[in-house]
């Protein structure tokens, strides 16, 4: 049984631009959506962003930017900061 590729060129760095462009993407996907809601942005949250190559992890990042309270909150397991009690 042979492995079938559908991407052309896969392995060379006609795929690895390829991956790199769709990581950018979700990066400035994510950035954009929090920027859109009005939270603030550290200089390493947007670093731990911009420099993921983990498409999968981007996507669930992505997810959660829609509904975190804090950009660090992307981060967490849950999609949540622990809060405090009150």
Do not use: H, Q
């Amino acid at each position: 049984m042979s492995f079938v590729s559908y991407f052309p060129g896969r392995g060379t760095v006609r795929e690895t631009a390829y991956l790199e462009g769709r990581t950018e993407g979700e990066a400035k996907g994510i950035l954009s959506v929090l920027e859109v809601r009005g939270i603030p942005v550290t200089d390493s949250v947007r670093e731990r962003i911009t420099s993921c190559t983990d498409l999968d992890r981007m996507d669930t990042w992505l997810e959660r930017s829609r509904t975190v309270e804090r950009a660090e909150d992307l981060f967490d397991e849950e999609g949540n900061a622990e809060k405090p009690m009150a």
